[in-house]
């Protein structure tokens, strides 16, 4: 069995697309799998670490405006879909499967012209541009929420499947993740982080919230900065005096690579509104604080953090509205509620999928 999986750009582009194929090879030896994305995106770097091979072709996103730029724009594209009909011709896969992101449109649509099947992932709430597009050319279009559902009227076949996360995400426990932090049981834990480069108005917010909450002897508070932030905001922290005055424990860090051992830790978590974050939290059924990044093509976190809010596994605070104020009696509001806190673990792992890579790897089975 040969499947091509097109997509890329951003982590959540790539990510179920990996998830996928390593189930894959693991069920069957024998499957062959290629990437196809663009240089510039991070499948380059991610890809080839996770032992898969990656071929490249040239590809732009349209500007949401009228300009010459689209122009170049529609060039680059038709160069990508020559070279993706060759790379299709060559490879001569038995399903194509696409993730989103601009690169994925000349694959995809190569595949098409070539009469391949092919399954589309959609991973965020408000479906992007590029699958809405291609889910004409389709035979089936599988979508992480229900409520992406109604952004796809010309599918043929709709499944929900929810989005792929790394089954190292759910299957550490609670106490393997406190031993490897090394805190004890009655602690609890904030874990706030926004992405690998991590979110300066999130990290503002928690510096200023810091003081309120660490007067609870019994709360950890462990913010990700990403690596731009981490050595201002540790001098921030350091003389404010923060860790020397408070009861509680904060504890700063610019990136976590055992992420695992944090989420199976917390006890809340503060974050963004990426697909592949909220999976993640989902799946191991996290209460959350989602701040949705407002920088985002069409605003789709905020689709995305609202699809947990209206399930009450979350609660949302627009960036604009957050304050160092609002963010402390949220948390403290929530960390006091132990009921409302287990109404939202509820709620979060009914929404989580942790079967998304099975589901998807079966539909791949049932399109060849």
């Given at each position: 069995?040969?499947?091509?999986?097109?997509?890329?750009?951003?982590?959540?582009?790539?990510?179920?697309?990996?998830?996928?194929?390593?189930?894959?090879?693991?069920?069957?030896?024998?499957?062959?799998?290629?990437?196809?994305?663009?240089?510039?995106?991070?499948?380059?770097?991610?890809?080839?670490?996770?032992?898969?091979?990656?071929?490249?072709?040239?590809?732009?996103?349209?500007?949401?405006?009228?300009?010459?730029?689209?122009?170049?724009?529609?060039?680059?594209?038709?160069?990508?879909?020559?070279?993706?009909?060759?790379?299709?011709?060559?490879?001569?896969?038995?399903?194509?499967?696409?993730?989103?992101?601009?690169?994925?449109?000349?694959?995809?649509?190569?595949?098409?012209?070539?009469?391949?099947?092919?399954?589309?992932h959609e991973q965020n709430a408000l479906p992007g541009l590029a699958n809405r597009f291609l889910s004409r050319f389709a035979a089936c279009v599988a979508v992480s929420y229900e409520q992406a559902i109604d952004y796809f009227p010309q599918a043929r076949r709709i499944i929900?499947?929810?989005?792929?996360?790394?089954?190292?995400?759910?299957?550490?426990?609670?106490?393997?993740?406190?031993?490897?932090?090394?805190?004890?049981?009655?602690?609890?834990?904030?874990?706030?982080?926004?992405?690998?480069?991590?979110?300066?108005?999130?990290?503002?917010?928690?510096?200023?919230?810091?003081?309120?909450?660490?007067?609870?002897?019994?709360?950890?508070?462990?913010?990700?900065?990403?690596?731009?932030?981490?050595?201002?905001?540790?001098?921030?922290?350091?003389?404010?005096?923060?860790?020397?005055?408070?009861?509680?424990?904060?504890?700063?860090?610019?990136?976590?690579?055992?992420?695992?051992?944090?989420?199976?830790?917390?006890?809340?978590?503060?974050?963004?509104?990426?697909a592949t974050t909220l999976a993640e939290i989902t799946a191991r059924g996290i209460p959350a604080v989602l701040i949705p990044s407002p920088y985002v093509t069409a605003n789709h976190q905020e689709h995305n953090a609202r699809a947990l809010a209206d399930n009450q596994a979350?609660?949302?605070?627009?960036?604009?509205?957050?304050?160092?104020?609002?963010?402390?009696?949220?948390?403290?509001?929530?960390?006091?509620?132990?009921?409302?806190?287990?109404?939202?673990?509820?709620?979060?792992?009914?929404?989580?999928?942790?079967?998304?890579?099975?589901?998807?790897?079966?539909?791949?089975?049932?399109?060849?």
């Amino acid at each position: 069995m040969k499947v091509l999986f097109a997509g890329g750009g951003t982590g959540g582009h790539v990510y179920p697309a990996l998830a996928v194929a390593q189930l894959l090879t693991e069920r069957d030896s024998n499957t062959e799998v290629l990437f196809v994305g663009t240089q510039k995106g991070l499948e380059h770097d991610l890809v080839p670490k996770a032992g898969f091979k990656l071929e490249t072709v040239a590809a732009a996103g349209l500007k949401r405006r009228l300009t010459l730029a689209n122009l170049g724009v529609l060039g680059s594209n038709l160069r990508g879909f020559v070279q993706a009909l060759k790379i299709v011709r060559r490879f001569r896969p038995h399903v194509v499967v696409g993730t989103g992101g601009y690169v994925a449109v000349p694959v995809v649509l190569a595949a098409a012209w070539l009469r391949v099947p092919i399954l589309l992932h959609e991973q965020n709430a408000l479906p992007g541009l590029a699958n809405r597009f291609l889910s004409r050319f389709a035979a089936c279009v599988a979508v992480s929420y229900e409520q992406a559902i109604d952004y796809f009227p010309q599918a043929r076949r709709i499944i929900v499947s929810g989005n792929p996360v790394r089954a190292g995400v759910w299957q550490k426990s609670r106490s393997e993740g406190r031993h490897c932090l090394e805190l004890d049981d009655s602690a609890r834990l904030i874990l706030v982080f926004g992405g690998s480069r991590g979110a300066r108005p999130i990290t503002e917010a928690t510096v200023a919230a810091a003081k309120r909450l660490l007067t609870d002897p019994k709360i950890v508070l462990l913010l990700v900065t990403g690596t731009a932030d981490f050595v201002t905001i540790e001098e921030k922290v350091r003389r404010l005096g923060i860790q020397a005055q408070q009861a509680g424990k904060m504890l700063v860090r610019p990136y976590l690579y055992n992420m695992e051992d944090a989420l199976a830790a917390a006890d809340v978590v503060v974050t963004r509104a990426g697909a592949t974050t909220l999976a993640e939290i989902t799946a191991r059924g996290i209460p959350a604080v989602l701040i949705p990044s407002p920088y985002v093509t069409a605003n789709h976190q905020e689709h995305n953090a609202r699809a947990l809010a209206d399930n009450q596994a979350a609660v949302m605070i627009k960036q604009q509205e957050l304050t160092g104020e609002l963010l402390a009696d949220t948390l403290q509001t929530l960390l006091a509620d132990s009921e409302r806190l287990a109404n939202m673990t509820a709620a979060a792992r009914a929404l989580g999928r942790r079967d998304a890579a099975n589901i998807l790897t079966q539909e791949i089975l049932r399109l060849i």
